[in-house]
């Protein structure tokens, strides 16, 4: 039996990751910055945020007034269906209120609802929470969650990592508004790939500086050096990003680029400065562009980046033609690379991209392939 509750704890996804309050506040700010009104008169739903943890309810909780929300639903997951469970006691906020079930609250989902002023204090903030068990245990996928999803205007949280794909599907079949956190991986999965790529959804404004800082309880992983720091409970993710579908400033400021003779003779990068030409992919016409800061400006043709390019990436300069991974590689048209190149670099893939360098086939990172913008 121990030996079968250690297995489940290694092998079961983390998804306990508390976003901080500031790097909440930052990011709806810059919706706000781009129309002050954006949140006015809407029905926001938090799907994986109990309030007794989650900054997200307490942020659109004091600011129900201020963003001029019609109605804010926040759902919480039962402990007993989490994958990785941790110790768990109801605090007081539950155990003082007198439809407390100490059985509900362990398999149960909340829900918590702020609509209106219940404590007469002519105000409408975190005081007026009113919370009742859910019938299920808060599942975002079951009908229950659903309705809740059908009612709102919007959808804000930071979803279970693992289950990021199906989060966002689920958002998709909704085709509701909506702010997430994700891991920026996400946007090579065939899944989201093609959501970016016909801009139904973009990179949000961002974490300060790229850091993200989670609170994690108990932490059962051993993470790297300096991801987690045991005197504050946070790990510090560089690959985490906001996800969303709704306008703000940044995404809209193009990019302020060199031409191509400028790049060679002014680039930071070493691969770029004193070069005369850039390098030309060998199985699809397009040239390699390993920063984002390295695009010339004067280029009209296809240019393959990193996915890092997406947090610059500003539609009105810029179109996606794809991404050069598996089956979406294939579709763009990459030729299929010799076999003997193979023998050479066995980890090239057919619906990568490569170049040859002093006979030697090089395949870059997962690249994204975009060309400018014709006016
Ligand atoms: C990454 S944490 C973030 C929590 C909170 N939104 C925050 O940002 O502080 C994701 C939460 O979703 C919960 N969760 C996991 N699977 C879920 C599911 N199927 N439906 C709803 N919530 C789920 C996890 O237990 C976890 O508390």
């Known amino acids: 039996m121990a030996n079968t509750n250690l297995a489940n704890a290694k092998t079961a996804k983390n998804d306990e990751f508390y976003t901080q309050y500031p790097d909440i506040q930052k990011e709806i700010n ?30 659109f909780a004091q600011n129900f007034e201020l963003l001029g929300l019609k109605k804010l639903i926040s759902t919480s997951y039962a402990p007993e269906s989490k994958k990785y469970k941790l110790p768990y006691q109801p605090t007081l906020f539950e155990t003082e209120q007198p439809h ?106 961002g974490f300060q500086n790229g850091n993200a800082y989670f609170r994690v309880d108990a932490p059962r992983e051993s993470y790297a050096d300096g991801v987690y720091d045991e005197n504050t409970s946070l790990v510090k993710f560089r690959n985490c990003c906001w996800f969303t579908n709704i306008d703000h400033g940044r995404r809209h400021q193009p990019l302020r680029l060199m031409t191509m003779a400028e790049n060679f003779k002014h680039s930071k990068h070493k691969e770029i400065r004193g070069r ?14 390993p920063y984002t800061d390295a695009i010339p400006s004067d280029y009209e043709g296809a240019m393959g980046l990193p996915k890092s390019f997406l947090d610059k990436y500003c ?24 076999p003997e190149l193979k023998k050479l670099n066995p ?29």
């Open 30 to 59: 810059a919706y706000l910055d781009y129309d002050p009104n954006v949140f006015r008169g809407k029905t926001v739903l938090l799907p994986c945020d109990d309030p007794e943890w989650s900054n997200f309810t307490k942020f």
């Open 100 to 205: 407390f079930d100490a059985d509900k609250s362990k398999t149960h989902g909340k829900i918590f609802v702020l609509e209106r002023d219940v404590t007469g204090d002519n105000r409408i903030n975190i005081e007026d929470l009113q919370w009742q068990y859910l019938e299920g245990d808060g599942d975002f996928r079951s009908k229950e969650i659903r309705q809740l999803r059908d009612e709102a205007d919007i959808i804000v949280t930071n979803p279970p990592f693992s289950l990021f794909r199906e989060f966002v599907l689920w958002l998709m079949e909704a085709q509701k508004q909506f702010i997430i956190i994700g891991n920026m991986n996400a946007v090579t999965y065939k899944e989201i790939f093609p959501l970016i790529k016909e801009n139904k959804m973009w990179l949000g404004n």
């Open 276 to 289: 005369e030409d850039y390098i030309h992919y060998d199985n699809y016409d397009a040239i390699e562009i």
């Open 347 to 375: 980890s090239l893939r057919q619906g990568q991209l490569y170049y040859m360098e002093d006979g030697y086939p090089v395949k870059p990172y997962a690249r994204i392939l975009i060309r400018k913008k014709q006016s």
């Open 315 to 338: 539609p009105e300069q810029f179109e996606i033609i794809g991404i050069a991974e598996g089956d979406s590689g294939k579709e763009l048209g990459l030729k299929p690379f010799p």
